[in-house]
């Protein structure tokens, strides 16, 4: 299945529904941090998924436009899916739907779990700080320079 893009207003209630369970089950359950995983970034960000054939959310990512630059976060995939290229697949696309959507944007950025810096490194993103704890969680940050 290809992937959907679609704003906030344009999501229907199933579809938040199934993203933010999934975001929930992921990010607050599988690596066990508290914190407001809903936040207001999710009224402004375009929301980026691929679905099952019964429109379970298999992959994740949201697309946060910010001045010069677009913010890709939330990005992640389903248990059930992991391990077949899914991850590759997502990054791949959310960088074309940042090019796409924000042609004026002149870097995408992203918190990066630290174990994932030679995965994002493989798309061209590079560090820009040192490792620090985000939710308990190692991460730095990272940018993609976008030439146009």
């Known amino acids: 299945m290809s992937f959907i893009q679609k704003s906030f207003a344009e999501l229907t209630t199933t579809?938040?529904?199934?993203?933010?369970?999934?975001?929930?089950?992921?990010?607050?359950v599988e690596q066990d941090c508290v914190y407001q995983e809903v936040d207001d970034d999710?009224?402004?960000?375009?929301?980026?998924f691929r679905t099952d054939d019964v429109g379970q959310v298999l992959?994740?990512?949201?697309?946060?436009?910010?001045?010069?630059?677009?913010?890709?976060g939330r990005v992640l995939v389903a248990a059930s899916a992991r391990k077949h290229?899914?991850?590759r697949e997502l990054v791949t696309e959310a960088i074309a739907a940042a090019?796409?959507?924000?042609?004026?944007?002149?870097?995408?950025?992203?918190?990066a779990q630290a174990y994932l810096q030679k995965f994002y490194a493989s798309f061209g993103?590079?560090?820009?700080?040192?490792?620090?704890?985000e939710t308990g969680i190692p991460h730095l940050d990272m940018v993609l320079p976008l030439n146009r």
């Open 85 to 87: 290229g899914a991850g």
């Open 15 to 28: 579809e938040l529904f199934r993203i933010y369970q999934l975001r929930v089950a992921v990010f607050v």
């Open 59 to 72: 992959a994740y990512a949201r697309l946060i436009p910010e001045p010069n630059q677009v913010r890709i």
């Open 99 to 111: 090019r796409d959507t924000y042609p004026d944007a002149q870097q995408i950025v992203i918190q």
């Open 42 to 48: 999710d009224l402004i960000a375009q929301h980026l």
């Open 125 to 133: 993103f590079t560090p820009t700080s040192e490792v620090y704890l």
